[in-house]
């Protein structure tokens, strides 16, 4: 008989970066490789304790491993951020959609992300930034708590600052003494022609309560409910469209997701929370 | 031979236990479940005129199993072949749901489809339904249509038998001594006696006749009271679910054991409260009557749109079962009252 559709391929954690004070990225490499799309998703096993979905933070180009930035939230994130380097793992996946970056060719793609929601849109601005010609412009608006609590530093202060066809605007709830930038939370340094509406797209990932309001503001902005892209965080298990926790409405977030346009959800009850 | 006659039922599933585990209807108090045929007690079998209590799915997606074991995967369980006597129409509607589920296209269930190429349905007629039957109202029969090996219908003096599949018919042809043939008389006592319990049938459920199809009753429910009202009946006791041979939610959780890791599956229901809670907390459906509602929700719209197919039989399990006294029949006349209201507003509005 086959293996069970829930049997992890085996991987280890080889590296370890501390990012915030809550949140860790993890790279793991699975046995054998890995591919997947920019904006899938995988289950995480620490074996043993449990598993959890994440979507992987590094560019899919590389196959030999991956990046998983974790925040510290309940039981399963709380024990992986005890976990050490060597640490084995098990992976599932990748599940679902991710985001359908060839209809985005041509266009301007805004990009909205906040708090640990930079983790899936750092996999897909490396995805953007490799063929960066292949769109009009790549805008970028990114929120955190403080500046202490945004993700991936070195690289958002320092080279993808500097990269062409690609501009970055950052903002913080709270400055601390030395933060010169935008204070504000994300909709705030949200303009309407920061990208020209006609011909762009909208990508929104970050905590519930941020996407609504960034969405409520783009739609103000003239933006189409079909030209927002979100990606949903639910209670994804099995990942493949059988277990029922991810329901969203008749949707299964782990296969008919997790990046929705807006359209599709809109009408469904409680969908922020 | 596709029909065949035999004067009792023990002959027959003696030869079905002659190649397999047999699995029979067994009263216990006022309800029938599922044992292990015994062919050496002198008791025989009793046909049960009704559904068992327990669902169906138990045998094809069993309560907890293992689901894989790692970092050294081992070669899961060789299925062996069993049989199942005493399936109504609704259970083998159930199968066929879960068949959509469970055998879909890249991601069909090995463990799912094993257990159901080795299951060998003996299905057969009802002849009393319960108070809680309601197949009727659902375009369900009282007898088996298809998706059976053989069927089971009580005559005068004994059953007719019927072959339902390939395996079936085998099975007939090789047993051939055991059975007669039919006759034109009692063939038209079996169609009668359908016939009789289907017009029960609908007498009993001669209330649940909508104007509108449930499907609409209930997607025009997204704004109504009825499930908050129900709510306070509720217990949470999530029983509906258990018993429900098309509810499939199900969760995945790890153990560690001696010298290796497990990943089980074991059978979760939508009715329990962080059923859907994420790791942050946030919970779409912290309120119960927005998960009564979602429930009948995937079993009458969602599941309905994929599928093409309601999420129920009507087998009234839950109506049996739930300890709260919920009753989805007065939810439906309680839902189709609203919409026949906001029909009536909407037309007064437009004079």
Redo the contacts between chains.
């Keep these: 008989?086959?293996?069970?559709?829930?049997?992890?391929i085996?991987g280890e954690i080889v590296e370890i970066i501390d990012e915030s004070p809550t949140i860790k990225s993890f790279v793991v490499v699975p046995e054998g490789g890995f591919k997947f799309k920019t904006g899938q998703f995988v289950e995480l096993?620490?074996?043993?304790?449990?598993?959890?979905p994440f979507t992987p933070s590094s560019s899919p180009a590389d196959t030999e491993k991956m990046e998983i930035t974790i925040m510290k939230?309940?039981?399963?994130?709380g024990m992986l951020h005890e976990c050490k380097k060597g640490q084995?793992v098990?992976i599932r996946g990748p599940y679902g959609n991710g985001y359908p970056i060839d209809d985005f060719a041509g266009k301007e793609v805004y990009i909205v992300g906040g708090g640990v929601g930079l983790a899936p849109i750092r996999s897909l601005f490396l995805t953007l930034a490799d063929r960066v010609k292949d769109f009009k412009s790549v805008v970028c608006r990114y929120g955190a708590k403080t500046p202490e609590d945004f993700i991936y530093k070195n690289t958002l202060f320092g080279s993808w600052q500097k990269m062409d066809g690609i501009e970055i605007k950052l903002t913080v709830d709270e400055a601390d003494g030395q933060w010169k930038d935008n204070v504000g939370v994300v909709t705030t340094i949200l303009e309407p022609n920061d990208v020209n509406i006609k011909n762009a797209v909208a990508v929104v990932c970050g905590?519930?309560i941020m996407m609504k309001f960034v969405t409520l503001k783009l739609l103000e902005f003239g933006f189409r409910a079909e030209q927002i892209y979100l990606s949903m965080?639910?209670?994804m298990?099995?990942g493949?469209?059988?277990?029922?926790?991810?329901?969203?409405?008749?949707y299964y977030v782990c296969?008919d997701g997790p990046v929705f346009t807006y359209d599709r959800i809109k009408d469904y009850?409680?969908?922020w929370? | 031979m596709e029909s065949a006659f035999i004067n009792k039922l023990k002959p027959l599933l003696d030869a079905v236990a002659g190649q397999m585990d047999v699995y029979v209807p067994k009263k216990v108090g006022q309800h029938f479940v599922y044992s292990k045929y015994d062919p050496s007690a002198e008791t025989g079998v009793e046909f049960n005129n009704v559904r068992v209590c327990t669902p169906i799915k138990e045998f094809l997606f069993p309560l907890r199993e293992l689901a894989a074991v790692f970092p050294e995967p081992v070669e899961p369980k060789e299925i062996k072949p069993f049989a199942v006597f005493g399936l109504k129409g609704c259970d083998l509607r159930s199968i066929e749901i879960l068949d959509k589920v469970f055998t879909e296209d890249e991601f069909e269930d090995p463990f799912y489809v094993a257990r159901r190429e080795k299951m060998f349905i003996i299905s057969s007629d009802c002849f009393e339904p319960a108070e809680s039957c309601f197949c009727s109202v659902l375009d369900g029969k009282p007898f088996a249509q298809s998706g059976f090996d053989l069927n089971v219908s009580p005559v005068n003096d004994g059953f007719i038998v019927e072959a339902g599949s390939q395996k079936g018919r085998d099975f007939i042809e090789k047993n051939s001594e055991l059975f007669s043939g039919p006759g034109d008389g009692l063939l038209a006592e079996r169609d009668k006696n359908r016939t009789d319990t289907q017009k029960q049938l609908e007498q009993n459920n001669a209330e649940l006749k909508f104007d509108a199809p449930i499907k609409r009753i209930v997607e025009n429910s997204q704004d109504s009271d009825v499930y908050d009202e129900e709510a306070k009946n509720c217990i949470e006791c999530q029983a509906c679910t258990r018993v429900c041979p098309t509810c499939h939610c199900f969760y995945l959780y790890d153990t560690k054991q001696k010298d290796y890791f497990a990943k089980m599956e074991m059978w979760d229901s939508c009715m329990r409260l962080d059923y859907a809670t994420v790791a942050g907390g946030e919970n779409p459906r912290k309120i119960l009557g927005d998960r009564l509602k979602h429930r009948l929700m995937h079993k009458f719209s969602y599941f309905l749109d994929r599928y093409g197919i309601d999420m129920c039989v009507g087998c009234g399990r839950c109506v049996d079962g739930d300890a709260g006294g919920i009753d989805i029949r007065a939810v439906f006349k309680k839902l189709s009252q609203e919409l026949k209201g906001k029909g009536k507003k909407k037309a007064e509005v437009g004079k």
């Design positions: 008989m086959k293996q069970s559709l829930y049997q992890p085996n096993t620490l074996p043993g304790v449990g598993e959890a939230a309940g039981r399963v994130t084995k098990g905590p519930p965080e639910k209670n298990s099995c493949i469209g059988k277990c029922g926790h991810c329901m969203l409405g008749k296969k009850p409680n969908i929370d």
